[in-house]
């Protein structure tokens, strides 16, 4: 299953950073973030709860670059 | 200016008031240095609180190493050394230099979209009594009645119910010329009305429509990441600890090194030297300027009716030196035309078409329908009758009350007429014999492009190694085309099966770096779109297929577009490659400098926030690109 979030981050590098941690959080399969649409797309692993998934991969972006936003 | 953006700029003037009021104060006074420092810790926390507040939060989470960290230590150093004023002048160059940074990029990103701006606001659903109500696109169902008027976007794809016009398709293809819609035509959302009213009846729901289709395909498209933008991202990655344990180094072995060899150690210079050495280190210009190019380049792309679906397609392209060409539909048109009329015993060019025109009236088949189109109106059917096919040769049928026999040799030896003299003008020859006499002879074949010789030109021109025809049509026809338009290397007779053991056979022949770009119409050749390094659909206006299959979607059928697509791929790496060299070269000629106590910490902050807005400012050429 594959969603697209909207994201609010301020620099290039903390993207990226972003992109990581999302791909770390446990249920995300893949995750692709585009700094230049300020998009998020998140390819989740089979029957998870996307919800709780993302509210975790949030608070992994947050513990990184706390002036970070996913729109869930 | 976003809220945040504007937050930070009134911070910066308040420090900056609070700054000259301190060096005034301390001009004008004889002040000691714990009230200096107060005075000047002032603006700092002011401008800086945030950025040691994320310091902090990152040593926290063991995220340390990022340029917040780098700042932090950079300026609280300088305090701990006694430089108040330069260390509030290096965080408030850093906060001005990231809202330039910022503002830069949101503007950045608005003009790129306009690039783009084919979302249509609302659409003008027509209620059941006749009134007009201005809707969401997205809430309108298949099969709503809709109005158009002039100026307006085409909301969602449909059929034209009532009313004719001519739509301006640029925004899709690039294309300037307008195309025109009657009643029963397939018009796709993005166009714009330009004459009269149009009233459609909508054949797919907004998502699914032409609109949604792209905009949803370039917004992904800088998801598939180039190795430009992967390699910056690694070199990031490794390249902030690196700066960060040199600066380490360089603030302590220079002063141990003199302390056993018996010198001064001078700790205040080599310290401060070294959070010079910091500041100057902030890779994001590097980071922001990539990806930054790669989307102009496809914003550009885009502009001209070329869809990219990744910046790392865009990269390729540059690298492509094997053009592989599928034939019908994409060097031709793929509709077959009457190319030579050779009239004989006294018959006029008019009167043998008009005698083939007729005897075929009743087929459908494409020589039969091109036969028709030459003759230029429908055949008298009062003046005709009797048609009956031969298969595998022809047909007859009397016209005027004459016997006409139209078709291959074969039907003229049934016919018992010689064929005086054999043209050979194209792909298939009619022949046509009225009364017992022959008539003469009308070659026909599919037309190639009149942009295809020329965009083959422009292909070799840039460089290719080679382009190659692949198609299933017969060797005499496929090497005429090639040829005509300069085409290499010819593949002819294949099933489509061949066609990818052809790719195959070229992709292990080429070298590693080269690339090999097919170029189809869609249709038929998804395989070979998907195995070729990079895939190139045609003509995919309205033809969801190609759109799926293709890297790289040309919304019209004109093959000139493929060299202008690369051009636009090698500007764009131009930039690309400027940007990396020029950040990475004044990046270390700075870091040496400041290693060696020659740069300031005041040089230091504008050679991070010059190269970044210099980097921005290069990557937005992208977007331009000279016909």
């Not at chain 1, 981050?9 to 995750?31: F, L, Q, R, S, Y």
């Not at chain 2, 790129?112 to 309108?140: C, F, H, S, W």
């Amino acid at each position: 299953m594959k969603k697209t979030y909207g994201i609010e981050v301020d620099c290039a590098n903390c993207a990226a950073k972003m992109e990581e941690a999302v791909k770390a959080t446990p249920g995300i399969k893949n995750a692709c973030l585009s700094f230049m649409t300020l998009k998020l797309n998140v390819e989740f692993e089979e029957g998870v709860d996307t919800d709780s998934v993302m509210r975790k991969a949030l608070k992994n972006c947050k513990k990184i670059e706390s002036d970070c936003e996913i729109y869930l | 200016m976003t809220i945040k953006q504007r937050r930070v700029f009134i911070r910066i003037l308040a420090a900056i008031a609070f700054t000259a009021a301190a060096l005034l104060l301390s001009a004008l006074f004889e002040i000691n240095e714990y009230l200096e420092a107060v005075l000047f810790l002032i603006p700092y926390f002011i401008i800086g609180y945030d950025i040691l507040k994320k310091a902090f939060h990152g040593i926290q989470n063991r995220q340390v190493f990022d340029e917040n960290f780098l700042m932090a230590v950079a300026t609280i150093g300088a305090i701990l050394l006694g430089d108040f004023k330069e260390s509030v002048a290096v965080m408030l160059f850093y906060q001005i230099g990231e809202l330039f940074q910022s503002a830069a990029i949101g503007k950045s990103r608005k003009s790129i979209a306009a690039l783009m701006d084919i979302r249509p606001d609302y659409a003008n659903v027509i209620l059941p009594d006749g009134k007009i109500e201005k809707t969401d696109p997205e809430q309108v169902a298949i099969g709503t009645l809709i109005g158009v008027n002039p100026g307006e976007k085409v909301p969602i794809d449909g059929v034209v119910i009532e009313g004719e016009t001519a739509l301006n398709t640029s925004a899709l293809t690039g294309e300037s010329i307008p195309q025109d819609v009657k009643p029963g035509d397939m018009v796709v959302s993005g166009c714009i009305n330009l004459a009269s009213p149009l009233k459609l009846k909508t054949t797919k729901e907004f998502g699914d429509s032409t609109v949604s289709k792209i905009l949803e395909l370039v917004e992904h498209s800088s998801m598939k990441k180039s190795r430009s933008e992967n390699f910056i991202t690694k070199f990031a990655k490794y390249y902030t600890p690196a700066v960060c344990y040199s600066a380490l180094a360089l603030a302590l072995l220079p002063p141990i090194i003199r302390l056993i060899l018996g010198d001064a150690p001078h700790w205040y210079d080599w310290i401060k030297q070294a959070l010079t050495f910091l500041v100057i280190s902030c890779p994001c210009a590097l980071v922001i300027s990539i990806p930054l190019s790669f989307f102009a380049g496809i914003g550009c792309a885009s502009k001209h009716g070329i869809l990219v679906k990744g910046s790392n397609y865009l990269e390729a392209l540059a690298d492509a030196k094997y053009f592989v060409f599928d034939k019908t539909g994409t060097l031709t048109k793929g509709v077959f035309e009457v190319t030579g009329i050779f009239p004989e015993n006294g018959f006029t060019e008019k009167s043998l078409l008009f005698y083939a025109a007729s005897a075929e009236s009743a087929s459908n088949h494409p020589i039969s329908l091109s036969l028709k189109r030459a003759y230029g109106a429908e055949p008298d059917s009062q003046r005709v009758n009797g048609i009956k096919e031969i298969a595998g040769q022809g047909v007859t049928a009397w016209v005027d009350g004459q016997q006409v026999y139209v078709g291959n040799q074969k039907l003229m030896q049934y016919a018992g007429v010689d064929i005086l003299q054999t043209h050979n003008s194209g792909e298939s020859m009619v022949f046509v014999c009225v009364s017992g006499t022959y008539a003469g002879s009308i070659g026909i074949s599919d037309v190639i492009k009149p942009s295809s010789k020329e965009a083959i030109a422009a292909l070799k021109k840039m460089g290719i190694k080679k382009t190659v025809i692949l198609t299933g049509d017969v060797r005499d026809v496929a090497e005429r085309v090639a040829r005509e338009i300069g085409i290499d290397l010819v593949r002819s007779e294949l099933l489509p099966g061949d066609k990818v053991n052809e790719v195959e056979a070229l992709l292990a022949a080429k070298g590693k770096q080269e690339k090999l770009a097919f170029v189809g119409d869609g249709i038929n050749d998804a395989p070979v779109l998907s195995r070729a390094d990079i895939g190139i659909a045609m003509g995919a206006l309205g033809s969801d297929a190609a759109i799926e299959a293709a890297d790289i979607v040309l919304m019209d059928d004109d093959p000139c577009k493929i060299a202008l697509a690369m051009r636009i791929s090698s500007n764009t790496l131009k930039i690309v490659r400027q940007n990396i060299i020029f950040a990475l070269a004044v990046k270390f000629a700075c870091l040496f400098l400041g290693a060696f106590g020659i740069a300031t910490m005041w040089e230091a902050i504008f050679a991070d926030v010059g190269v970044m807005v210099i980097a921005v400012l290069n990557a937005m050429r992208a977007m331009r690109i000279k016909r």
